[in-house]
């Protein structure tokens, strides 16, 4: 592999204090590709010393110079996309596709807040009693800590470093233990185009946990952003309040996928498949509960479940495949028995349904008959299944896809002013109307209720990492 496997502490390659190291695996076939520097706690917190040592020379660097830099890590990912997509399907398992289309959308960041960099405002303006000037800056808000996942090793990295570093934050980044490799290898690339030593940190704690907790006691810290499950950012909220730590979550989705009565079925399908396998699944944007109208639900069923049956699945690295591997056995399990448990309480198993033997694979599967409020409708599945429920009124469909505790994303396909008025009372940060795929870095991305807190990319996603400070100049 070309990645490091080391930990990155103020500009070195280091390994763990104590030299211990972990297996990082390929899901398709288990076999071992790295063995990884495991962090310990205090190597964790010399990555945040160093993150504090750089900090004011970072956030004294001109706007324009740390806009080249990152439009030089663009330039460079650029070039080195088939790369970093081979490193990504090789540690993930996802097809390589979905790790080409990743490379591509993790590219982007950096030119986008390359560009944002330069375009950080403020205010002015007299007070209504004119007794004085009202001057208000932004300013980095300090050393920040970013916690990511496996799903989208490189993008859920880039997503957070380049607002980070554009807003003048020095960085921790902990990447997920199953997928290491990637962020490693985008970390470097920041080395190699010169950003400062310091700015830009890597460690990988196992377990993770202590070594989080430690880093957001430091009194240096002053931003979490962290990628992940509710449950896990429920944890993290509340380690990051006895700091008074700042903080941004990105958390799960359980995505309702709506097909209004007159949607055009062929478009609906189309989408679907994207909304739905796109990442194999394994994404918090994933459409995971299906509501069809009752008119179109048997027709829908039907070719949504050819359209599954045509996927090929296989190893990522072979460019055939449409879908690839789970991240892991035991993911693969999860999914398995979401949808075993599902078919025991009466869905109707209409394709898939069987773990492959060899590596960490979940064939494409179509439950139709789900009932709405059943687990697999409830949860997260994480997985290429598609679980069908059936409606009769457009009202029903709405108070169902707000019936969760999650609101990060929802699909709505039919006519497009019908489409639009159901999307504007669905509770979620983002709506897709007739298409199936929503994310962009120039868009802000984020939920509502468990699905988490504040927004990335567009302005907005700049806007985290920067706190508000206000003078007052006597006229």
């Known amino acids: 592999m070309t990645s490091p496997h080391d930990l990155f502490i103020d500009g070195q390659w280091r390994p763990a204090a104590d030299g211990r190291r972990f297996p990082v695996h390929d899901p398709a076939d288990g076999s071992e590709l790295a063995q990884f520097a495991a962090a310990t706690e205090a190597d964790c917190l010399a990555a945040v010393d160093a993150a504090a040592d750089a900090l004011a020379g970072w956030s004294a660097t001109p706007p324009r110079q740390r806009s080249e830099l990152l439009r030089a890590t663009f330039d460079v990912l650029t070039e080195e996309r088939e790369q970093l997509a081979a490193l990504i399907t090789a540690e993930n398992g996802k097809a390589y596709a979905d790790a080409i289309g990743e490379a591509?959308?993790?590219?982007?960041?950096?030119?986008?807040?390359?560009?944002?960099?330069?375009?950080?405002?403020?205010?002015?303006?007299l007070s209504p009693s004119g007794d004085k000037t009202i001057v208000v800056r932004r300013d980095p808000i300090g050393v920040s800590i970013l916690v990511t996942p496996w799903n989208f090793p490189?993008?859920?990295?880039?997503?957070?470093?380049?607002?980070?570093?554009?807003?003048?934050?020095?960085?921790?980044?902990?990447p997920a233990s199953q997928t290491p490799l990637t962020a490693a290898y985008v970390v470097d690339v920041l080395r190699r185009v010169g950003v400062p030593a310091g700015v830009v940190n890597l460690v990988t704690p196992v377990p993770?946990?202590?070594?989080?907790?430690?880093?957001?006691?430091?009194?240096?810290?002053?931003?979490?952003?962290?990628?992940g499950s509710t449950e896990v950012g429920r944890v993290l909220l509340?380690?990051?309040?006895?700091?008074?730590?700042?903080?941004?979550?990105?958390?799960?989705?359980?995505?309702?996928?709506?097909?209004l009565p007159g949607a055009d079925l062929d478009a609906a399908v189309e989408g679907a498949m994207v909304a739905k396998m796109r990442n194999g699944g394994s994404a918090c944007t994933a459409a995971n509960?299906?509501?069809?109208?009752?008119?179109?639900?048997?027709?829908?069923?039907?070719r949504i479940t050819a359209a599954m049956k045509a996927?090929?699945?296989?190893?990522?690295?072979?460019?055939?495949?449409?879908?690839?591997?789970l991240v892991s056995p035991e993911e693969r399990d999860k999914v398995a028995g979401l949808v075993d448990r599902a078919v025991a309480e009466g869905a109707n198993l209409a394709l898939g349904g069987e773990t492959s033997s060899g590596g960490a694979f979940y064939p494409p599967t179509v439950l139709t008959d789900v009932k709405h409020g059943s687990e697999i409708n409830q949860t997260e599945i994480f997985g290429p299944v598609t679980a069908i429920v059936g409606f009769s009124e457009v009202d029903e469909a709405v108070a169902m896809a707000n019936d969760t505790i999650y609101g990060l994303i929802s699909y709505v396909y039919g006519d497009p002013a019908q489409a639009l008025a159901v999307a504007q009372r669905i509770d979620s940060g983002m709506v897709a109307v007739n298409r199936g795929v929503l994310s962009d870095p120039a868009a802000p991305f984020g939920g509502t209720k468990q699905s988490g807190l504040g927004r990335e990319g567009s302005s907005e996603g700049i806007l985290e990492f920067l706190e508000e400070k206000y003078i007052g100049i006597e006229v």
């Open 311 to 325: 996927v090929t699945m296989g190893p990522g690295a072979d460019r055939s495949n449409e879908l690839g591997a």
């Open 208 to 227: 993770a946990g202590p070594a989080v907790s430690a880093m957001l006691h430091h009194p240096a810290v002053r931003k979490l952003s962290f990628t």
């Open 154 to 174: 490189a993008a859920m990295a880039t997503r957070k470093i380049a607002p980070a570093l554009a807003a003048g934050c020095s960085v921790v980044l902990k």
């Open 289 to 302: 509960r299906f509501y069809v109208h009752d008119s179109l639900v048997d027709e829908f069923s039907t």
């Open 104 to 125: 591509a959308y993790a590219t982007e960041f950096f030119r986008w807040f390359a560009e944002e960099a330069v375009r950080i405002g403020g205010d002015f303006r």
């Open 238 to 259: 509340h380690e990051a309040a006895d700091q008074v730590v700042s903080s941004s979550m990105e958390l799960g989705g359980n995505a309702p996928f709506v097909v």
